[in-house]
């Protein structure tokens, strides 16, 4: 199959151009480039434009003849969408109004969306199911919501046949610790720790360490990317037969802050700075994912849910690559 990928050259996109490469399918990516890194896809064909440009993306979808489109090109920062909630709502929701515009004037009806969980907003339950309410408390959050509402009701049109994939916490690197997490500025846990370990940050902070939690830190539920990846794959494959796909995607359970910056210590050899500061507001204690949905219908399951192979890929990828991608 012919599937765009918008964002594609972004650290999960470029992960799931490779695995829709070897799976088979041909991979197109599409990507403004303002997050992205051309290196990570050197290989795919590769349009470099923007998801507000409409007469591109009709472009595009016709010489390539696509069949199917994977969206990853997102703002993803939870705080800076509270600064910018015009700049959050334009990139994650006008544009993606753009591409499914586009796609309904070309005839294309397949679409594998990258969702959040931050839909759930701060959750009286967890594991989180798919069933939990959604009370986004960010504009990245609402803004993500908003398309998927958007999807939600295209598809009962009988035009569009969409899988909106939530995500818990992304991280690892993919193909043997080739294709790597590089963000300017980052801001996810495990690279920021492993900054840290490789002496280009002064020290790795912990916001609260009095939590309910087994040793007073955050919990968060991590993914590696591969795995992500192959729920594309799988989430994919079902849209020939299915409209509508809702899916958490987590290994089920959780690691805490502390337990995040041991095994990078482990792993790495290093020792680092860690400082223990004041709660940030919004943090909830525990997020995890209940993933039993996507396991039962996609057949799907975490082949590397163990956080020390998680964090030996993500490693090995920035002790070769320590100044990220070479564009």
Known sequence: MAVLIAGGAGYIGSNMTFMLAQSGHEPVVYDNLSKGHRQAVKDVPFVRGDLADYDLIVQTLRKYKIEAVMHFAAFIEVGESMDFPLKYYQNNFCNTHNLLNAMEQVGVNKFVFSSTAAVYGMPEVVPITEDAPK??????????????????????????NYAALRYFNACGAGQNGTLGEDHSPESHLIPLIIQAAMGKREDIKIFGTDYPTPDGTCIRDYIHIEDLCKAHLLALDKLNDKTELVYNLGNGKGYSVSQVIDTVKKVSGKDFKVTKTERRPGDPPVLTADAAKAEKELGWKPDYPELERIIESAWKWHNQNPDGYKD
Not at 135 to 159: D, M, R, W
């Open 135 to 160: 009370i986004p408390i960010n504009p990245y959050g609402q803004s993500k919501l908003a398309v998927e509402n958007l999807c939600h009701f295209q598809s009962q049109t009988g035009k569009l």
